[in-house]
């Protein structure tokens, strides 16, 4: 069952399903996609040191670079 843990609206969704943690980044300017990644161990533990400024330094990265992205997308 998906868990929300946080969100800013027209920016992303942090949440939690089973064991995995995702990361939902709304990307674009006039088409607009979101892209949803798995967070890795490495960015897992930043998250539980920094909280949410890791998150929205992470969520910037993805909207700046989703070509680095786009590989990690789960859709």
Not at 21 to 41: H, K, T
Not at 47 to 59: A, I, M, S
Request: charged share 25%.
């Amino acid at each position: 069952m998906k868990q929300e843990i946080l969100k800013r609206e027209w920016e992303y969704t942090f949440y939690k399903e089973g064991e995995n943690f995702y990361l939902s980044v709304l990307c674009g300017s006039v088409a607009l996609y979101d892209l949803i990644i798995q967070l890795d161990s490495n960015e897992l533990l930043q998250y539980h040191e920094d909280g949410q400024t890791y998150l929205n330094k992470l969520v910037e990265e993805i909207r700046n670079h989703p070509s680095r992205f786009i590989g990690r997308s789960i859709l």
